[in-house]
């Protein structure tokens, strides 16, 4: 039994026999943009016999929780060669078939989408912004398969297209060589800025860069965005020694910034899509702009080349699940941060402070006190945007892999530096040379090779065994006093029964609203998320004030007698106050000018 079903799946993962001649040319138009739909005509040619399969996707690449795409396609036709209607069936609620074609013959559907970001679609007057798994039906067994896409733009618009599609003499039909590409492609169709510029890559080879942006922006302001944004390329660039060799030799950003975008960042393969609710781009925002242009670009290396085994090839049935994400995505966090400082856009201060705001969370969260970085990559399937109407208890299990592996990365950073004389930087460059570059995905398993063999086995050996197969930490403070900085307690001295905060609660009475998790005094009483509290040591409690006046009395070690009322059940727990816990990251007291050079070779232009 097993190895007959074994044979049959393997069966069903071929290519259909005739697929090597069939291609697939998409159409679309956009006869209803005011209501926020396109219309996706799919023909395809030289088609295999028996029937085809088409699919809406349930992933993307770069969001790693599934989705349902296929919720916003309808009024799904085929028809043959001379126009006659061919009996499509619904399979399932994503899944349409076509049991009985000729050679050629055409899928048409009416897509919607509302939403702009990184993940969905968002046709309207102003664009039509496509993420393809939003957008593109395909074809079980034909991924192989060349396309061709053609955008057939209204007369009375004024829309340009931006994509990293292959351009063709056509300036609104483009080729993708297979499936894979296509959907790593969003592509925007506005009347957006464009700014061109080239570089010479390491290799000698001309590299060109776009930048579109769809939004209102005062041109002096567009020149400081785009002069901005090849100096922070040019600083991310050494960290890896060089450019990757982009597809076609170009790396396209796109972006939208209107107020009624949601803010996203989505890297691909040669693009990035990036969206930000923004009525206006003004100076002042540029800031922020930039910020998610750090860590976007930073993926063109780190995840979309050097890739982790578990997400590629992007199955587009369901979403891939990653054990590396916390280096994925979580080394991308640390650099962005890290390249604003290095390109001057942060100050040293800044980086220092929201570095301090990494080990807080970290030292304080229960799902990285004890929860691995590869349990909480894991979980990103459930996490990333996921949608679901129950509760879950993720901020007692799950801590999100950014601000983890921007732990780790840091950490690691200041282990190389202060006992190997190198950085992180020489890690992510033979990282590069061994996996990235060459094409070849890695394992978590690969990842200490590689460290081992930039320090010992040993070391290697121990730092993943404490840090990303288990929650054990070592003494930080010799590493952060390397760099001249401490971690430092703020909550020194204060009793507290954990990061507590409230609401008012249905009945009036004051309940607890977020904070109380594993760790926390008062998680450890027994008191959870939504318990009110009627009483402390007897005396009521009639707003959070009381709380915080009761607590700011109070001393490390006493025992508070809570009163509470929870799901209707009424009861006392006591609780024993602990020293409050909110970390930072400061300069060691005294003249810390005998560091700056081991900053600035951190921190500062590389
Ligand atoms: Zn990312």
Request: aromatic share 12%; charged share 20%.
């Amino acid at each position: 039994m097993i190895r007959l079903l074994s044979i049959i799946t393997a069966l069903a993962a071929l290519p259909l026999a005739s697929g090597a001649q069939t291609s697939l040319a998409y159409k679309v138009s956009f006869p209803q943009y005011e209501h926020h739909e396109a219309q996706i005509q799919l023909s395809v040619r030289q088609a295999p016999d028996g029937p085809l399969t088409f699919h809406m996707s349930r992933s993307s690449p770069g969001r790693y929780a599934t989705h349902e795409f296929g919720k916003n396609v309808y009024n799904v036709k085929a028809l043959d060669a001379s126009g006659k209607a061919l009996e499509v069936r619904r399979l399932d609620g994503d899944i349409y078939q076509v049991r009985s074609h000729g050679t050629e013959f055409m899928l048409e559907y009416t897509l919607f989408g509302d939403y702009v970001d990184g993940t969905y679609v968002g046709i309207d007057r102003t664009h039509a912004h496509f993420n393809m798994p939003g957008a593109i039906m395909w074809v079980e067994g034909l991924d192989k398969a060349p396309v061709k896409i053609t955008f057939d733009i209204p007369k009375e618009l004024n829309w340009k297209i931006a994509t990293q599609l292959m351009p063709t003499a056509d300036p609104h039909t483009f080729t993708a060589p297979g499936l894979q590409y296509l959907m790593d492609c969003p592509t925007e169709l506005s009347d957006f800025h464009l700014a061109t510029w080239q570089v010479t890559n390491t290799d000698g080879n001309p590299l060109v860069f776009r930048l579109t942006l769809h939004a209102t922006i005062a041109d002096d302001v567009w020149d400081t965005l785009v002069s901005d944004l090849k100096r922070l390329v040019d600083q991310e660039r050494k960290v890896f020694g060089e450019f990757a060799s982009f597809d076609y030799g170009t790396y396209t950003f796109i972006l939208d910034a209107n107020a009624w975008d949601h803010g996203d960042g989505m890297e691909h393969r040669n693009s990035t899509c990036i969206t930000l609710p923004m009525k206006q781009v003004e100076s002042a925002q540029i800031p922020r702009v930039l910020d998610v242009c750090a860590h976007e670009f930073f993926h063109s290396w780190n995840v979309k080349r050097l890739r982790p085994k578990t997400i590629e090839p992007f199955n587009f049935t369901k979403s891939n699940m990653s054990n590396e994400l916390w280096v994925a995505e979580g080394f991308t966090q640390y650099y962005g941060n890290l390249l604003l400082a290095r390109a001057g856009f942060n100050s040293r201060q800044e980086e220092i402070a929201l570095l301090g705001h990494y080990v807080d969370a970290y030292m304080t969260s229960p799902g990285a006190l004890y929860f691995t970085p590869i349990w909480a990559s894991q979980t990103a399937i459930f996490s990333d945007a996921g949608v679901s109407i129950d509760k879950n208890n993720f901020s007692n299990i799950f801590f999100s892999y950014y601000y983890y592996g921007a732990n780790i990365a840091c950490i690691l950073d200041l282990h190389l530096r202060k006992d190997y004389h190198k950085s992180l930087d020489d890690y992510m460059k033979a990282l590069w040379a061994q996996y990235g570059k060459v094409g070849r995905w890695y394992d978590v398993a690969d990842l200490e090779t590689t460290l081992a063999g930039l320090t010992t086995k040993a070391y290697a050996h121990t730092f993943f065994a404490n840090y990303v197969y288990g929650t054990t930490r070592d003494n930080l403070d010799p590493y952060f006093a390397f760099e001249g900085l401490q971690v430092v307690n703020a909550g020194k001295g204060k009793a507290s029964w954990g990061r507590v905060t409230f609401k008012v609660a249905d009945d009036g009475h004051v309940a607890i609203d977020r904070g109380a998790v594993k760790g926390a005094p008062i998680y450890d009483a027994g008191l959870d998320i939504g318990d009110e509290i009627l009483t402390l040591d007897g005396k009521n409690v009639g707003s959070a004030s009381d709380i915080t006046d009761y607590l700011g009395s109070a001393s490390i070690g006493q025992k508070v007698t809570i009163g509470f009322l929870s799901r209707g059940v009424q009861g006392t727990v006591t609780v024993t106050l602990a020293e409050a816990q909110q970390y930072g990251l400061q300069p060691l007291s005294g003249d810390t000018s005998s560091y700056d050079a081991l900053q600035n070779a951190w921190l500062g232009p590389q």
